[in-house]
């Protein structure tokens, strides 16, 4: 009997063992998570789609695309980096609580991120690159700050934009103005303190931190958003190597001493050469698209390092990667957005409709074309399931990306414009926008520039080139009462 009641005892101690070691087992294979944004890439010069345009050179967002799956109808929940870039991070609309759809949502204390969920379920998070909500940009004890809305660490910069040369203190001391929120030059900032590099491209930059921080050796898995500003003006601010490639001439940096400002603007300031060279002018619009080349070839050459670190460290098999473009590709900057109307700033196709894929080896499957529509907050919820995380929060607006639903609901408002999409309807109010120049020679202008109400079917014309109002008024009233209804329900009085 007492023999009996110690095999009993050994049997006992080894299930319980075994079932610790089963849960370990679970909680390490909880994926690594990459979220790659990048900035204003054009529909067509993302090259996993099938018809993109062949100028571009992108091997390895074309690798990446094969890894996994792409969707050729992905929608941003704004044709503005700030607002875009909120829904991304939070799985909702960021008009929820920004009523006037401004530029500027921020991000208040009761809405989560993903990093906040997923420092909850066991996570290493960190950020680095552009973090842009719109509002208290350079300041370190406000929400909109990666380290108080779930992030552990971040490197980077807090505004629309960054040169991509000068990120020293020497530069900040010598510029009268080295804080813009598009017109911005300097250190990065670093936790809560800065960190200045001497010498170095913007986009190298980022991506060596990110590949530092990928080969530490840590217990957790970690979620890393590596937010690059490429390929955002300054467009023309490219290594000469691939100024070379491309036939684009070289184009000296910004210095306070030898700046030629426009009038309007004191001279030596940074934000006069800032605007001088992002509009068409300077540059002229038939040569804008060398310059943007070289920009997201260089992009794709750091992608590519990035995706090499992860294999060199064993870590490829279990990370989950999304790639998405922040919204369409910029009239300004030579992006392409064929066969897609418009671009960023207006909430045509080409404004919001925007290059996404994801891979996770075993998880997802490869080289495959999604056709069904979804939307950049659809990534939260799907990281979360990854993660092994239910969300419960019935406000957000995201699915997940590898369920779509070919009937759900799609909402836009930018200032006075809006948009709907249900099925294969769309109906918007949005009109032509009109910049502080021409646009470059890529860009598609839309059939009219007005504010009436537009009805697409834009499963059949993503170009938008047939307005079917006036066909369909039932279809018209049917989805701008969906959109009404939606507000009414949604939308912070």
């Given at each position: 009997m007492k023999n009996l009641l110690m095999l009993f005892l050994v049997i006992s101690v080894f299930s319980c063992k075994t079932n610790v070691e089963t849960t370990v087992n679970k909680k390490s294979e909880k994926p690594n998570i990459l979220l790659i944004v990048i900035d204003d890439q054009g529909y067509a010069d993302f090259s996993p789609f099938k018809e993109h345009d062949k100028s571009i050179s992108t091997p390895n967002i074309t690798r990446l695309g094969k890894s996994g799956t792409v969707f050729t109808q992905a929608y941003v929940?704004?044709?503005?980096?700030?607002p875009s870039r909120a829904g991304i991070l939070t799985g909702k609309n960021q008009f929820r609580w920004d009523k006037p759809a401004s530029w500027g949502p921020g991000l208040p204390n009761n809405v989560k991120t993903i990093a906040e969920y997923?420092?909850?379920?066991?996570?290493?998070?960190?950020?680095?690159?552009?973090?842009?909500?719109?509002r208290n940009f350079h300041k370190y004890n406000v929400r909109e700050y990666p380290l108080n809305h779930g992030y552990d660490e971040f490197l980077g910069f807090s505004a629309h934009a960054h040169d991509y040369w000068l990120s020293s203190n020497k530069i900040k001391e010598r510029t009268p103005d080295p804080y813009g929120t598009s017109a911005l030059l300097g250190p990065l900032m670093h936790n809560m303190g800065e960190k200045s590099y001497e010498e170095?491209?913007?986009?190298?930059?980022?991506?060596d931190e990110?590949?530092?921080?990928?080969?530490?050796?840590?217990?957790?898995?970690f979620f890393l958003t590596l937010a690059y500003s490429a390929v955002h003006h300054l467009i023309h601010e490219v290594p000469k190597k691939y100024l070379d490639k491309y036939g684009a001439k070289e184009i000296p940096n910004y210095d306070p001493d030898s700046l030629m400002a426009f009038e309007k603007y004191k001279p030596g300031t940074y934000s006069a050469y800032y605007d001088k060279y992002s509009r068409v002018g300077a540059i002229k619009a038939e040569e804008l698209r060398n310059y943007y080349l070289a920009n997201l070839n260089c992009l794709d050459d750091n992608i590519g390092r990035?995706?090499?670190?992860?294999?060199?460290?064993?870590?490829?098999?279990?990370?989950?990667?999304?790639f998405i473009s922040d919204n369409g590709g910029s009239p300004l900057t030579g992006a392409n957005n064929a066969p897609l109307t418009g671009g960023k700033y207006a909430l045509w196709e080409g404004g919001i409709r925007v290059p996404l894929a994801i891979s996770w080896a075993g998880n997802v499957a490869a080289n495959k074309v999604e056709t069904r529509y979804v939307s950049a907050t659809d990534i939260l919820p799907t990281l979360l399931n990854a993660a092994g995380m239910p969300v419960k929060d019935e406000t957000l607006d995201g699915i997940s990306l590898l369920k779509p639903d070919p009937n759900r609901l799609l909402v836009?408002?930018?200032?006075?414009?809006?948009?709907?999409?249900?099925?294969?309807?769309?109906?918007?109010?949005?009109?032509?926008?009109?910049?502080?120049s021409e646009p470059s020679v890529q860009y598609i202008a839309p059939i009219v520039d007005n504010m009436e109400l537009k009805l697409f079917n834009v499963e059949t014309d993503p170009g938008e080139r047939l307005d079917l109002a006036k066909k369909f008024p039932e279809k018209v009233k049917e989805l701008e009462q969906a959109y009404v209804n939606w507000c009414e329900a949604n939308i912070q009085q």
């Open positions: 929940t704004a044709p503005v980096c700030s997923l420092k909850e379920a066991g996570y290493e998070t960190a950020r680095i690159g552009k973090n842009d909500l719109g170095g491209y913007l986009t190298d930059i980022l991506t990110s590949i530092a921080y990928i080969k530490r050796k840590r217990e957790k898995p990035v995706l090499d670190a992860l294999k060199e460290q064993k870590l490829d098999k279990n990370t989950l990667i999304v836009w408002k930018w200032q006075k414009t809006w948009a709907v999409r249900q099925g294969d309807w769309k109906l918007t109010n949005t009109n032509e926008n009109h910049w502080k």
